[in-house]
């Protein structure tokens, strides 16, 4: 099984070529629009913590909206592109370094809302995850809300199928892609009893290692840490799955879950 080494993965997401990546997108994926518009008429009163952020691509939808914003992430150098992209923000509005690991200097029970968007806990070491959750639970006030985004171990196998695509390059670079998974990876079959793995993806050419997790003990594991009312969103339609039909879910690459503290 792969490790996560953090400090390697922060080097990835402080090159500049990621960065540049990362501050021009700005649309909201469908999960996400679902989750603001449930969240919406209650965000203008709320404090939000953005863990994250990469280059801000929610803080476009979110921080215009929230009583008062805080934009983070452990790579320094996407703080800083966020502090350039956006030089007009709202008077309570900060971004700033903060490690999901390690929030020691964010106050207990201050925000209503914690995000981490777009699968950024799968960054982090399997060890340490429980840790983000702890923290969630300690800066979150109880009521609060905490939304993020996990990769689906039930989709691995069809990372490893051949699909027709119109353009001969991208139809040749997937049988490269297979081939790294399987080197990387080994088999997919293998994945099918577990829980949860750690795998190269491809995710910046495979030079990062990624959590994937079955969605429905990531449902099980949020509620036996005391995460209540957790509701879980396809990222391919944004509709919310009935907690029956979570071992149904291969068709989706991650999957959202928005709970409450
Ligand atoms: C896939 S990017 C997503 C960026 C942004 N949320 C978006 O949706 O465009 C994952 C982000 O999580 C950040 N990240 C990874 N591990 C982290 C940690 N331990 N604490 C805070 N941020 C972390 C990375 O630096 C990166 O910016």
Redesign the pocket.
Known sequence: MNTID?LK??RV?NSEKVVRT?IS?ADLQKPEQVILNILQDRLPYWRMLD?????G??TVHFEPLVYEYHG????ER?VEACIQRFPKVGPRTRFFV????DMRNAADHYYDFVLF????ID??APN?RER?FREVQRVCKPGGYFAFSSHNLLYVPRMYQVKWYRRWREFLYQFYRIAMLIYYNGLPGQYADKKFAVLRDGVEHFSLSIYYIQPEYQVWQLKRMGFRNVRVFSYKTGQEIDHSRLNTLQGDAWVYYLCEV
């Not at 903060?98 to 690991?101: F, G, K, M, V, Y």
């Not at 968007?117 to 950024?120: A, P, Q």
């Open positions: 953090s993965d922060k997401w990362y997108v863990l994250g952020i990469g280059g691509r929610t983070t992430d452990y790579a996407m903060l490690d999901a690991t968007s777009f699968n950024g960054c982090i340490d983000v």
